[in-house]
């Protein structure tokens, strides 16, 4: 069973800089796409970043020039580097490991960030 596993969450002042980081139990280039979602208490889960196998990104458009999606595959990482946060940015963080074709998905149990004073 794949197991992704997140970390770096904290609590940050706004203006501040979190990495997070998205541990993969087997290896990240076996994923054509592994992905950044966040979820607000009482809101929907919104997709943040993605990186592909080939390192081609996409954010999304709160986050474009704050935020940079990377990866590791040599320790079957991807991280997600948070500059210049905000308090809209206060969310648990979860990475999803999709296959070719999209056939199958695996998501983190999450990682909690909080931006405030």
């Known amino acids: 069973q794949v197991q992704l596993v997140e970390s770096g969450g904290g609590l940050v002042q706004p203006g501040g800089s979190l990495r997070l980081s998205c541990a993969v139990s087997?290896?990240?280039?076996?994923?054509?796409?592994i992905s950044w979602y966040r979820q607000a208490p009482g809101k929907q889960r919104e997709f943040v970043a993605f990186?592909?196998?080939?390192?081609?990104?996409h954010y999304a458009d709160s986050v474009k020039g704050r935020f940079g999606i990377s990866r590791d595959d040599a320790v079957n990482t991807v991280y997600l580097q948070m500059n210049r946060l905000r308090p809209e940015d206060t969310a648990t963080y979860s990475c999803?490991?999709?296959?070719?074709?999209?056939?199958?998905?695996?998501w983190g149990q999450g990682t909690q960030v909080t931006v405030s004073p």
């Open positions: 999803k490991a999709k296959t070719d074709g999209g056939s199958e998905e695996y």
């Open positions: 087997e290896s990240a280039s076996n994923f054509a796409v």
């Open positions: 990186i592909t196998r080939h390192k081609n990104t």
